[in-house]
């Protein structure tokens, strides 16, 4: 984690920890976290000018924006945040800094509600889907096909390397719905079984690629193959305005430990972990990035709380959100 920024208090850097240890994790939370960990920063800030008030929220804002790169729900939360502190008191910024931030989590989980009811429409009595990672906006969906008295089973990707499955077939338990847990790889074997691929994402772009967790590509290339729908639950927080102008989305590559441990990789190699020489460059290298990007051709719809879109239709719904304009959350 980088050097504290001055004035930033210390819950916001123990929130900014949390999500770069994804401790605090998948898109929408994290989003929620962030505005959360504004509000704390208004309420807490020892600024006693507007000036250096506005600064260490701007400050607080990097320190939470540096943790995770590819899930644009964090600087969508920032910026929406960070537009709405407005005053010439500290006493006025910090109330509307605060408000502002209720606003948007108040929101945020009005949102995923009626995503989930707008993506449950789409779910029949009785049927089978695919799951992969953990996300919350992909449950809405189940949550509210359920709720309705629909039964719905799951087959549920493991997830590596951090098993977010487990997380959703948890939650899905909870739910009495019926789980079967598979290794990533058996994906396409389960696909005949399967009517619906659902998944979240961490970002959207403007030509209706979905960046999701790392597998999402694959399993939605097998899913078209095989004629299963690949739907993707994602409130409008996801869609990356950053894309409209032709930037990329990056995509975070995240410790190899994740993957391979160090008695792991010791044992690769063929050294002991407490060789000395195992620090030098061994010739094994471990790629390990977090997510992936589906073209829109592999999607056949994005459910998001102002309805459902084909993937190619989605800039239309960005542009109305977001305008043209791209600036990072700090500059607003
Ligand atoms: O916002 P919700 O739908 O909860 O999650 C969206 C996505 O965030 C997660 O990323 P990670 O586990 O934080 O790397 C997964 O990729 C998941 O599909």
């Known amino acids: 984690m980088a050097d ?7 819950a916001v850097e123990a929130t900014a920890d949390d999500i770069a ?11 929620d976290a962030a505005a959360a960990a504004l509000a704390t920063q208004a ?12 600064r260490h929220l701007r400050a607080a804002a990097r320190t939470l924006y540096e943790t995770r790169p590819t899930a644009v ?15 010439e008191t500290v006493a006025d910024l910090r109330a509307s800094t605060i408000a502002r931030a209720e606003t948007f989590r108040r929101d945020l989980e009005r949102a995923q509600e009626t995503l989930g009811e707008i993506g449950a429409n789409r779910l029949r009595d009785g049927d089978v ?16 096909a359920l ?6 089973e799951a087959i549920v990707k493991e997830t590596r390397p951090r098993k977010q499955g487990h997380i959703t077939a948890r939650q899905l338990r909870e739910w009495g719905v019926p789980v079967t847990v598979i290794v990533d790889n058996a994906a396409r074997r389960y696909l005949d079984r399967v009517d619906h691929v659902l998944v979240g994402a961490d970002s959207i772009a403007a030509d209706g690629s979905v960046i999701n967790k790392v597998g999402t590509s694959g399993l939605a290339v097998n899913a078209r193959e095989r004629g299963v729908p ?10 990356h305005p950053d894309t409209m102008t032709g930037h990329t989305v990056e995509i975070e590559l995240r410790d190899e ?7 792991e990789r010791a044992t690769i190699i063929g050294k002991g972990d407490e060789d000395e020489s195992a620090a030098e460059d061994d010739g094994l290298t471990v790629d390990n990035p977090a997510f992936d990007v589906t073209p829109a051709r592999y999607v056949d719809a994005i459910v998001t709380e102002r309805g459902q879109f084909p993937p190619e239709s989605i800039v239309t719904l960005m542009r109305e959100l977001f305008g043209e304009t791209t600036d990072e959350p700090w500059t607003v």
Request: hydrophobic letters at 45%; glycine letters at 8%; aromatic letters at 2%.
């Open 147 to 152: 709720e309705s008295g629909k039964a719905i």
């Open 230 to 239: 690949v739907m993707v639950a994602a409130q409008t927080i996801k869609l």
């Open 4 to 10: 504290a920024e001055p004035g930033v208090v210390p």
């Open 129 to 144: 889907v695919m799951t992969h990672c953990h996300s919350t906006d992909a449950l809405a969906c189940i949550d509210v």
């Open 73 to 87: 729900s964090l600087p969508n939360a920032l910026r929406y945040v960070l537009r709405g502190m407005d005053g």
């Open 43 to 54: 309420d807490r800030s020892g600024a006693e000018s507007p000036a250096a008030f506005r």
């Open 21 to 31: 240890t994804m401790e605090i994790r998948g898109a929408a939370t994290i989003a």
């Open 257 to 263: 430990r994740e993957v391979l441990s160090d008695e």
